[in-house]
């Protein structure tokens, strides 16, 4: 299902409810959704993602969705999510209750101008395989307090850029004992033209 629905961009609506997806595997679903600038309404309740991955730029300048429903995700089996949510200017909310990150690696770009969203819950993301976080949030214009309390960043190589013009973010939560950043982890520009206030180890 790779680029399947790709540069659809006069698709308003999507309902793929019925779809059975319980045998797609590897990289199946890569920029499934990309480039869908008009998509306002995208119905995944049913998707079965046990098998895949990769979720790379699945949904990606995705510029008009404004919520996102991913409660059905199965994502234990996903070493990717590099960019997965790049780029969705209107994203307000979107449900990553669900996700297991346990096998994740790499995260970079993951909601790079989501410029739209206030808050996001990722108080279920195990990180500690995740080796880049490069833009991971930047130009996230509108957050103003991130909780990453759950992260792991002892095997993190490379923040460049992570928060970068996050301009309205005023607080950083992060855990005392999981959060590492090593003499060999790239910072460049992390927190560059960034509002943040304080970061707070708990």
Do not use: P
């Not at 961009?9 to 920029?31: A, P, Q, W, Y």
């Not at 996700?99 to 206030?118: I, Q, R």
């Not at 759950?150 to 095997?155: C, R, V």
């Amino acid at each position: 299902m790779g680029s399947m629905f790709s540069k659809c961009e006069s698709l308003l609506t999507l309902d793929l409810s019925n779809f059975n997806t319980s045998k797609v595997v590897s990289i199946g679903m890569t920029h499934m959704f990309s480039d869908c600038k008009s998509l306002t309404n995208l119905n995944l309740t049913s998707f079965n993602t046990s098998n895949v991955n990769n979720m790379e730029a699945m949904f990606s300048h995705c510029e008009s969705l404004t919520n996102l429903n991913l409660t059905s995700f199965n994502t234990s089996n996903v070493v990717s999510m590099i960019n997965m949510f790049g780029n969705c200017k209107k994203l307000v909310d979107v449900n990553l209750d669900s996700f297991n990150t346990m096998n994740v690696t790499s995260m970079n770009g993951m909601f790079s101008s989501c410029e739209s969203l206030t808050t996001i819950d990722l108080s279920t993301f195990n990180t500690s395989n995740v080796s880049d976080m490069y833009y991971m949030f930047n130009f996230c214009t509108s957050l103003t307090n991130l909780n990453l309390t759950s992260f792991d960043t002892n095997k993190v190589t490379d923040m460049q850029y992570m928060f970068y013009a996050c301009f309205n973010i005023n607080n950083i939560y992060a855990s005392n004992d999981k959060w590492n950043i090593s003499d060999s982890c790239k910072t460049n520009n992390m927190f560059g033209a960034c509002g943040v206030s304080e970061v707070t180890y708990v």
